[in-house]
């Protein structure tokens, strides 16, 4: 598995983004995949996960209702679509992939981080 997030910009409060996370061996199918976020100056996240075949979703609190996480086997890809977005989302924002097919909040759950992508939501 080796990922890279993508999709990052400046958008205004209110705006949308979607992230894209792409996996360039092609491997992780079978793979539950997560998004965390690392806002300056305080700890990486959780966000969203999304098990092996997007049978099985998890949102952080602050974000339910407003990011959708999804993927698409096919192409290898998970998504974040993150819309009614807010300054406090300003962030690096990074997926990860577990061992397992269905995982959860915890960083230590996932093996497998891509480079992130920087979010920056102005107000």
């Known amino acids: 598995v080796q990922l890279q997030a993508s999709g990052g910009g400046l958008v205004q409060a209110g705006g949308s983004l979607k992230l894209s996370c792409a996996d360039s061996?092609?491997?992780?199918?079978?793979?539950?995949v997560g998004w965390f976020r690392q806002a300056p100056g305080k700890e990486r996240a959780f966000v969203a996960s999304?098990?092996?075949?997007?049978?099985?979703?998890v949102y952080e609190d602050g974000v339910q209702g407003r990011f959708t996480i999804s993927r698409d086997n096919a192409k290898n890809m998970v998504y974040l679509q993150m819309n009614s977005l807010k300054p406090e989302g300003t962030a690096v924002y990074y997926c990860?992939?577990?061992?397992?097919?269905?995982?959860?909040?915890?960083?230590?759950?996932?093996?497998?981080w891509g480079q992130g992508t920087l979010v920056t939501v102005s107000s």
């Open positions: 990860a992939a577990a061992r397992s097919s269905y995982s959860g909040r915890g960083l230590s759950n996932y093996q497998y």
């Open positions: 061996r092609r491997t992780f199918s079978n793979n539950a």
């Open positions: 999304i098990s092996w075949n997007g049978g099985s979703t």
